[in-house]
């Protein structure tokens, strides 16, 4: 008798940690979701303010179409990176956020040659909100990537792991630079040759 009762309490805490661990994977997936969804957010108002900034300086830099093209295009394919995006698919939308942001990069150093353009108050607006954007951008990638971090060590942590195949854990891609140019440490030079 005792150790039926023995047996039946370990298999009632055996279920409620398969259930506790279930729910554990599950709220932290949905936390990884939400947290790939800020970037989501953040990327669209990115996405949204270029047109703008490149109607603010389109007829001042005629001859630079090139570059404003360039802008468009990798605007565009960003946006259709991030139409439908998931964690499983970062990669994808993280290559073309880098080319994005390496146009962008060539159209502010382009802005920064026509001190006329500088001066205008509509694209020094405009600037500016990017600016803030690249940098809520940024907080939400690191947000990602340490909510995906818990995630993917939950799942690979035993006695979790196995119940991460019920809970349907799969592991989540982290944020990563893919752009060399973005890897690559600036130089400063203050000498003044």
């Keep these: 008798m005792i150790f039926l009762i023995i047996s039946l309490v370990i298999v ?28 989501d957010v953040q990327l669209k108002r990115r996405h949204d303010l270029i047109p703008n900034l490149i109607n603010a300086v389109k007829g ?6 090139d570059t404003l093209e360039a802008v468009v295009t990798a605007r565009n394919s960003a946006v259709t990176a991030s139409a439908g995006a998931a964690p499983e698919t970062m990669s994808k939308v993280a290559a073309a956020e880098g080319v994005l942001t390496s146009a962008l990069g060539r159209l502010f150093a382009l802005v920064e040659a026509y001190p006329d353009l ?7 607006q405009l600037q500016e909100e990017l600016t803030s954007t690249e940098n809520k951008v940024s907080f939400a990638r690191q947000g990602y990537n340490d909510t995906a971090t818990t995630y993917n060590i939950s799942q690979s942590q035993f006695p979790m792991l196995l119940v991460a195949g019920l809970a349907g854990a799969t ?8 752009e060399e140019a973005d ?10 040759k």
């Excluded at 001042?60 to 179409?65: H, L, V």
Aim: no cysteine; hydrophobic share 55%.
């Design 12 to 39: 009632v805490a055996l279920i409620f940690w398969i259930i506790s661990a279930y729910n554990r994977l599950i709220a932290l997936k949905g936390q990884t979701l939400n947290a790939f969804k800020q970037i």
């Design 60 to 65: 001042a830099m005629q001859f630079e179409k």
């Design 118 to 124: 500088k001066a205008t108050t509509n694209v020094g």
């Design 171 to 178: 592991k989540a891609e982290l944020w990563e630079i893919t």
């Design 183 to 192: 890897k690559a440490v600036p130089t400063v030079d203050l000498s003044l």
